[in-house]
Structures are given as C-alpha cells and as structure tokens.
C-alpha cells in the first residue's frame, strides 16, 4: 500500500491546515487511516486515526478539540482538518493504514499501524 501525504506548509499560530492522504491501493478502502506526527529530536507521536469506514474516530489529547479527522470511505482521500494550530504542532506529518494499535492517548505513544507514507512538513510560527 502506497500512501502519499499533501496540503502542510507553514501558517501562524491560530491559524489552519487541511491534510490530505491519498493512495491508489485498491484494498484501501478496508484499512483504518491514521496520522502521526515527529518533531525534530523528538519520538514520532500518534495523532489522530478513523476506521475503515469511518465510523470510529481517536485522537491524541494534545489535539482533541482542534483536529478533525474524516474520510468518505467509497474514496481515498483521508483528511485532517487542523484548527488552532500551535507552534508545538510543527512537525512532518505522516499518514499511515492498517490495523490500529491503540497507545497512550495522553502521551501519543505507543499506537502502530502497518503502512507508512512519505510525510508532509507542517510548521507553526509563534
């Protein structure tokens, strides 16, 4: 499965990002989506995930109330509406597919999933 994350870029504190992860992998649509994040010198951290057919959503406490994650799931496009954005967010995003292993909801520790894309940059300034 070949994942391909779009839409970061750098936007200032308060502000807002739509990503977007996109595959051609027909087996896709049975998969639960999931975004991670790294921050430079820092773990790789779980974000936000929706299953395959979107009827459950997690999310990592540090984001919840102002990350949305979505998917219609007949198409490939997962989004990840970010509001609020704050300089701690910045990080390359990825997105990945898979079976979800849940984590530690406070830390973002923990979670897997089975494939990786390539990440997108996202950068806060204060």
């Known amino acids: 499965v070949q994942l391909q994350a779009y839409g970061g870029g750098l936007v200032q504190t308060g502000g807002f990002l739509r990503l977007s992860c996109v595959t051609s992998?027909?087996?896709?649509?049975?998969?639960?989506t999931g975004w991670f994040r790294q921050a430079p010198g820092k773990e790789r951290e779980f974000v936000a995930a929706i299953s395959w057919d979107g009827e459950r959503t997690y999310y990592a406490n540090s984001v919840k109330g102002r990350f949305t994650i979505s998917r219609d799931y007949t198409k490939s496009p997962v989004y990840l509406q970010m509001n609020s954005l704050k300089p701690e967010d910045t990080a390359v995003y990825y997105c990945?597919?898979?079976?979800?292993?849940?984590?530690?909801?406070?830390?973002?520790?923990?979670?897997?999933?089975?494939?990786w894309g390539e990440g997108t940059q996202v950068t806060v300034s204060s």
């Open positions: 992998s027909r087996t896709y649509a049975t998969y639960a």
């Open positions: 990945a597919a898979g079976r979800l292993r849940l984590g530690d909801a406070e830390t973002g520790s923990g979670y897997e999933m089975d494939f």
